[in-house]
Structure formats: structure tokens, C-alpha cells
């Protein structure tokens, strides 16, 4: 769909709503001053929630703001802030269903806002598209993201037809992609999977900022080992990871050439088993090989909760942030 900016800025029926709340401040612009006082209330609360939850710390003071545009439409439609180093003030322009531009569509722009706040374009410190788009529609986890996409990832994962994370993802940019189904659903997953490896943002950031300021594929090999492995390790960490959250538990009988075998999903009817945490009171010296193993895979234990069925030998790592999906491995 083609976002007309000139409607905005055309356009002499909106009623502008504005209001100082701590140290942020948010000035919206809406067909009606209900919408209006609506968007901005919600638009504060996710505005901090967004900040917290990825910097781990509240907007600074310092902060520019954000001014929002909305128009009711049928059909969803968002154009994300420019922060150049001379803008005085974000601008978002949205367009969709009310309910949307209160929500879903609310809480995706204004997290590209607040990445937009802390890396400006233009500087060694700038996140690529990809995260930019990962972590958007991350943050917005909510069915308008559409069944599509995982029916997208799905039939990679069964038919072993994976698009090339370096030339259709990393190097490449969402408005320019030939396919951008294929690149919002790699953007996505790609970001659930790092998170799920290591959920600490600061580590998530670094990679990406890393592979924006990469050329070869030895400048990838390096932003890949923030996560302790060669970029090519990733990807097929990154197969094996969707293989098991989205393919191997809907066709088990189904493999692929990127999933090795010693991991295995759950069944359907038992996804998270119900056994405790393990600790070192239960048995110090299986509590020590599932950690050995769990490092071997390449997860760091401490920044799980640690689930192991005696009977499948299954292990389930939960990320004790509360970020990021669990992941399944099965201990040999």
C-alpha cells in the first residue's frame, strides 16, 4: 500500500493534543480529540515500557519529541521516524484501523522511534534495517504481524528453502528487498532466535551494529563470535531454532539438511514439561553434565531456567528475562 505523506500535512481536520508527562513528551495529531487523548496516553506508557525493556533504563531526559500523526484507514500503514543528527523532533506518520492505530501499529512505530533515539542515523553506532524491523515487530508480538509469516518460516523449515542471511537480510534493507515478506519474516525470527540464544540487549546490539558496519564475510565471522561461533554456525543455529519452534513439532517425521539430530522438539501435547528448575540439591553431578551440554550447545546456563524431563531427556531453557522463546535440547 502507498503512503501518501502530503495527505498529513494536507489535511485541515485533525485535533492536535498535547500534554508534558515526566521527561518525555509526545504531541499527536488525530482526526478526532478522542483518538487524539487515547493514542497519547498509550503512546507514553509504551514510549517508557519500549525504552526500559531494550536500554534497561528510563528515557533520558535529554530525549527529542516525538510528534505523531494518525489517520483512520483500512488497510495498516506506518512510516517510521527520521532522527538525523540536526532533527529538533521524531515524526511518525500512521494509518489503519482505530483499534490499531491505538495498539499494534502504535507500539511497532514508536519502537523504531525509540532505537531512532539512542542510534542516529548516519554514525558507526546506527543498527541496521533488519534489527530495526526484528525487534519492531518484536516488541509489537501481536497477531497483526499475520499468520503469513509463519506460514513463510514454516515452509523453510519443511522444504529446506532458507533465504541467504547475508545477501537477503544483513546486506540488504527492508524498502529496497525484492521480497519483503521474506525479509520482515527473516527479521523477525532472526531476532527471536539471538534473543533466545543470549537475551541480554546489549549483546544483541553490539551484533548488529557490528554486521551494519560489515562489507565481507569475515567482518560477519566476527560480529558472529559476540555469540561465540562463525556467522555460517549461526545461520544453521538459526535453522535448527526455527526447525524446532515451528517445524518439527507441526510434521516430526519431517527433517531438514541444516537440523542436526541430536536436537529434538517436544511433542505438541507437552511442550513446556512441568519439572522443577534444576538446582544443585537435586543432583549436583547431573546438574553439572546438563550445564556442560548446554555450553557445548552454545547457551550460557546462567541466564536460564533450566527444565530437565528424566524420563526424555529433554532440556528446556527459559530466558529468565522473560524475553525471547524458550529453546528445547535433549541431552544425549
Not at 174 to 184: G, L, R, T, W
Amino acid at each position: 500500500m502507498d503512503f501518501n505523506i502530503s495527505d498529513f500535512f494536507s489535511t485541515d481536520y485533525f485535533i492536535c493534543g498535547r500534554i508534558r508527562v515526566k521527561r518525555s513528551f509526545c504531541h499527536i495529531c488525530a482526526p478526532t480529540q478522542e483518538l487524539a487523548d487515547t493514542i497519547l496516553k498509550n503512546a507514553e506508557e509504551y514510549r517508557e515500557k519500549i525504552t526500559i525493556t531494550w536500554f534497561k533504563k528510563p528515557i533520558p531526559s535529554n530525549a527529542k519529541p516525538c510528534t505523531i500523526y494518525a489517520k483512520i484507514a483500512k488497510k495498516p500503514c506506518g512510516f517510521g521516524p527520521i532522527n538525523s543528527p540536526k532533527a529538533k523532533y521524531l515524526s511518525i506518520l500512521m494509518e489503519g484501523p482505530e483499534e490499531q492505530l491505538q495498539s499494534s501499529l502504535l507500539k511497532h512505530e514508536l519502537t523504531h522511534a525509540v532505537l531512532k533515539m539512542h542510534f542516529t542515523e548516519g554514525t558507526d553506532q546506527e543498527i541496521p534495517s533488519w534489527a530495526h524491523e526484528g525487534i519492531a515487530i518484536f516488541a509489537n508480538n501481536s497477531d497483526d504481524f499475520g499468520l503469513k509469516k509463519r506460514d513463510t518460516i514454516m515452509t523453510w523449515v519443511k522444504t529446506d528453502t532458507w533465504p541467504d542471511l547475508k545477501k537477503d537480510l544483513i546486506f540488504s534493507y527492508a524498502a529496497n528487498s525484492s521480497d519483503i515478506n521474506a525479509f520482515y519474516t527473516s527479521a523477525h525470527y532472526f531476532t527471536r532466535f539471538l534473543l533466545s540464544l543470549n537475551p541480554d540487549t546489549d549483546i544483541f546490539f553490539a551484533f548488529a551494529q557490528a554486521t551494519n558496519q560489515a562489507k565481507t564475510k569475515t567482518d560477519l565471522d566476527a560480529a558472529a563470535k559476540k555469540y561465540g561461533v562463525s556467522f555460517d554456525v549461526l545461520e544453521q543455529q538459526w535453522h535448527t531454532w526455527a526447525a524446532n519452534e515451528y517445524g518439527v513439532k507441526n510434521n516430526p517425521q519431517k527433517s531438514t539438511k541444516s537440523m542436526p539430530q541430536k536436537k529434538s522438539a517436544a511433542a505438541p501435547q507437552d511442550p513446556k514439561p512441568m519439572n522443577p528448575p534444576i538446582t544443585a540439591q537435586s543432583n549436583p553431578t547431573l546438574d553439572n553434565t546438563i550445564n556442560a551440554y548446554i555450553k557445548k550447545e552454545g547457551y550460557n546456563p546462567k541466564l536460564y531456567i533450566i527444565h530437565f524431563n528424566q524420563k526424555t531427556r529433554q532440556i528446556t531453557l527459559e530466558p529468565k528475562s522473560g524475553i525471547g522463546a524458550s529453546i528445547l535440547l535433549r541431552l544425549p
